[in-house]
């Protein structure tokens, strides 16, 4: 079976840095994206970062520009988000997702998530 699982996550002050990692393990087909989301307490998963384009460019959402970098290493299966500069309303549990599309069906694939405190 296809899995994703995250690490990285912890405790870091205002300012500080983490960076999470997503290990991918068995075989699935049509990956049309992948990236990292987050869910904040009482709030709805929102888009991070994500490679489109085969990889080939990464997007971002507004408000981690210039501070968050994602990255992928193919050869390990895995996908980084270095993330700099942590502000405290940024504390949420952060989850790796693989979109895949197959002639007309689309599925999401997500990890379980790691948690990510920023705090002083």
């Known amino acids: 079976q296809f899995q994703l699982v995250e690490s990285g996550g912890g405790l870091v002050q205002p300012g500080g840095s983490l960076r999470l990692s997503c290990a991918a393990s068995g075989i699935i087909f049509g990956v049309y994206a992948m990236g990292w989301f987050r869910q904040a307490p009482g709030k709805q998963r929102e888009l991070v970062a994500t490679f489109t384009n085969d990889g080939s460019t990464a997007a971002y959402v507004d408000s981690v520009l210039d501070r968050f970098t994602i990255s992928m290493d193919n050869a390990k299966d895995t996908v980084g988000l270095q993330m700099n500069n942590l502000k405290t309303d940024e504390t949420a549990v952060y989850y790796c997702?693989?979109?895949?599309?197959?002639?007309?069906?689309?599925?999401?694939?997500w990890g379980q998530g790691t948690q990510v405190t920023v705090s002083s």
């Open positions: 997702n693989v979109h895949t599309r197959r002639g007309p069906k689309e599925y999401d694939y």
